[in-house]
């Protein structure tokens, strides 16, 4: 009782009110999980020249297997070395922006390919429609994993055939949500009336259809961000994934694997990169989600 | 109702079709499964005869047409790589051990998502909200391959409490069942929790709370009952990814499911294997979203069936 | 009653998973021996269906006609007790042991099912690596009683020794009475031979039991069981050891180490069973075909001499081998063999040894400054070899250090056979290749230096020529002569890097295993079961 007197005059000062909104809306961001994102992914990023002590591609046989330095490894390498002798921090770093790039890429693609055939499908339907919608059953029913070993074993895994694989799982996923909210919005009132007042298709799709899909479109992209990074990493256990010797984090815990028991860290620190940004990503998403579109059901 | 069916029905045959084509194209551009599965020592006429005995020397086009004809009678033609074996009876057999494992990550993501997704729903932003979404949402932020690895090494190797690996008994299920399970986990509870939020926000519940109904029963019975139908919709989605997952999570805990064959077939170039496979899992799939929609539509009276 | 509906159809889709299982193996018994290896290529019955990686499975069963010391690995009898070849090498004639019983009562083994074997492996769809020899290289096989058999040859044939035994060939012996009354479909349920274990249960995709026989013709079987356990994952492995749930384990170098921490032993076969080397694509100097490419930069012996001096082989089998690889100094040629020559050795050093200062030298006499060299490594998972990835990274380094521009190139390996054997393709690339079994001179420098053979490594008119010698020609010493100027011709002409000769491994649990003696030159790698010691 005496508590809730003491604060009371606190959360009803006139001259703080401004500054307490904004505290509370800041309170009401996931900041771990931003700070967590910063830490993890965007500053190394942006900074990977110079944050990272070492070149993430140089190693040497004779340094492998180092011990991290808080764990009786020599202070050089804070993280250890890897099977070829090559600073694990600095392959952490570097990392972050191949994960930034893999999912930036796929998710661009998937997202622009999948939200214009969802608008199209579901606003002109008829064949249009038919036609997007057995694509999309196809993809779905494809084994995605069976592609990707498919597609490495033709052409070698690589960059572009990683970011193709992702692009293909994810495109159909943006197509079935976006059709789904395109058929709700093409029967409201108000494209009904920018079609009596004779508004293009055109119009109609990007001014007024595709505003209201964005929400949807943004969270969708948040959480699948952290699928495409899980996902990665799956293919690099497949030798499909980004291949060697890019410092990708998949790739790092692929190869680390079986390092488990006698250099645990090779597999350790990039798995807890990859956790660390996903969990992040997540629970923004899901913040967002709750915020911009709490309908939404499609994870 | 009937014409519904049949019309899913017929679109199922021509996705069939068109993932029967794409594979079998797919297939083919992996390379030659001569150099997979004959020896180095192989004469370049020993080469060209084995091409012969496969079948392969003939025009793509005559391939596939054999191909289909052949399949839809039953027969996918036998393995290149396995001598002697029926690719289908192969892709079945190993089918099972696959589904039965994911039965029961199925089980496990229900057991877990269902109590997460209500709880979290009924105590929204709470601190059993945040640590029911950190549970959930941690299955989907390592890989499956890293999670079991990491569950062998301390369940097995350290605590003794599992077998590492292989297929038996039943504990040789829960490792590699949790791992495919938990990464659906995060979905699933995110399925329950918005509908139960909307059905918490419902005019019934709220009639229910003014009669005065105890607020265990309102959650269970009045709003869980209800907003349990919702995920029902994911579920042939889900069941995909159970698939998809199993593949890295066979190899590590040495499954003898479909996962890990399939790693093999490609790598073998087994052409007749790959597509079984594709065919018999866009199969499975589409029926199981099939039986969905009609589940759902029993009952969602509301769904028009065109 | 809607609601029961739904409940109902929930509990059919939950639970369509389970009507689909099949029945659970048998749980291993408490005295069996599990052994956990990567899966063969092919688990089949059907011995002639695959190339010699799939006669492991084979090997506690069947048994051939010329048996391998397990210590020295040399040609002892075995189903055969004794050989002998005719003057011109075309005739082999082999005198069967009397009495040996095949597996499960299915007879004598006789002359009859040494045929038998010959017909199976010389079948139309036969995969195996010799079945080029069985099938056009033998004209006829000719009975001559039941325990006489005679393998006519049209050319002279002479390593018989090697193709009737484990070390280069796939006559293991199987039953014709099991043929004729079953059919392949009873080999399909079981492989009957007359080895010391005998065909107890598959189970496709898990394992291959075989048991002991008792009272065997030659050998007693130390367990009563034996499973051979496929684990696809080399870290399952190691848990499946560390566990107790394997009693061994085949590990690569690295993982090995790990095991070896908590207590497991490392067992080498008695002796080197393969050599590794990173061949230098495109260096086609005979006439015809295929043709060099001219701007390929390998094609400079100087360059190439460069890459190799560039590489610390000696690290290399330190770190990534666990220094138990040894160098060797020509790909092909080994002292028990045809053309050995002791200068290599001494010369090796000077001529292949570490030096990044002369590497850098020479490359700028062959008119390269730094960074305008560039050369490609195809980086691939190497099946069974678990260092090959390893080993390919750390190349880029090295060639880094003295100026050249190493670019690693990812490829399926599959794939990248077929732009080897089939598209010859790999002009100014380097990968990563193996001699295991160790080959004969013939074979070797037939298989991977001549336009006959698919590797086509390193193509001259002079060792064409001299090879074609050294198959007519029968005298020991002039074909010692002949194989001797042919390995001086590549010994200076660096045609590839010679990265380490290594035994065949297998990890075990010293509670459960004393000890393995195999001679390990077999292509099967693991071979003489019957050898295995339990610990107590």
Redesign the interface.
Known sequence: MSKAVATQPLQTGKPRSVSRLWWRKLRELPLVSIIILLIVLVIPALLAEVIAPHNPFEGSLGKRLQAPAFFGGPSEHLLGTDHQGRDILSRIIYGSRISIAVAAAGILIAGILGTLLGLMAGYFRGWIDALVMRLVDITLSIPAILVALVVAAAIGARFSSVVFIIALVLWAVYARQIRGETLKWSQSDFVARARVAGASHFRILTRHILPNVTNTLIVLATLQVGFVIVFEASLSFLGVGIPRPNPAWGLMIADGRKYVMSAWWISFFPGLAIMLTVLSLNMLGDWLRDRLDPKLRQV | MQRFIIRRLL?TL??LL??SI??FA??R????PR?????????R??RE??LV?WGLDQPVHMQYLVFIGNALRGDFGESL?????KALD?V??????T??????A??FAIALAVPIGVLSAVHKDSRTDFLG??IA??G???????IG??F??IF??HL?WL???????FQHMIMPAIVIGWFQV??LM??IR??M?ESLDSEYVKLARIKGVSERMIIWKHAF?NAA??P????G?MM?YL??GS??TE????W??VG?????A????DFQV?QT??IV??TV??L?NL??DI?YA??DPRIRYD | MKRTLIYTCVCVLLFSGFGMTAPAHSEPEGDRLVIAFPPPAVETNRIWGGAWVIFSQYDPILETLIGNDPETGDHIPRLAERWEASEDFREWTFFLRQGIPFHYGYGEMTAQDVKHTYELLARPDSLVNMATVWRDKIAEVEIIDDYTITFHFHDPYVDGERLFSRTGGELYVTSKAQWDAEGVEGMDQRLIGTGVYRYKERVEGESLVVEAVEDHWRDEALFPEIEMRWVPDETTRLAMLLTGEAHAAELGRDVAESAVQAGMKVIASRRENMQRYVPFGGLYFNTGEPEIREDNPLLDRRVRQALIKAVNLQEIHEAIYRGRATQYYLAGFVPQHEGWNEEWAERFDEMYGYDPERSRELLAEAGYGPGELTVTINLFEHPGQPESPLVLESLQPYWEAVGVNAVIRPVEFGTFLSRWFEDIEVHGEVWITRNTPLRTTQEFIGFWHTTDGLGKLYLHDFIQEKHQRLVHELDPDERDRIAREIGNHLFEEFVLIPLGATHVEIVVNPEFIADWVWPGQAPTNHTHYYMIVPAS
């Open positions: 679109q021509v996705t068109a993932v794409i594979v797919l297939a551009l992996s390379g030659d150099d997979a599965l004959m020896p180095m020592e192989a004469s006429a020993d005869r084995i005995h790589q396995w001598p002697g074996r192969l079945l057999d190993r089918l099972g051990n589904m039965e494992l994911a039965a029961v199925l089980v979404k950190l949402l941690l989907q932020s390592l890989p499956h391959f890293w690895i990491v062998i090494w097995s190797v003794r077998p590492t690996s292989g297929r038996g008994t995060a979905a995110r399925l918005s509908s939020l009952r139908i919702t029902l919709t994911y579920f989605v995909s698939v998809v593949i890295t190899t590590v805990f040495s003898p499911g890990y064959l399939v790693v093999q490609v790598t073998a170039r790959v496979v594709a899992f866009a799939i589409i199981m039986a969905v589940l029993y009952i």
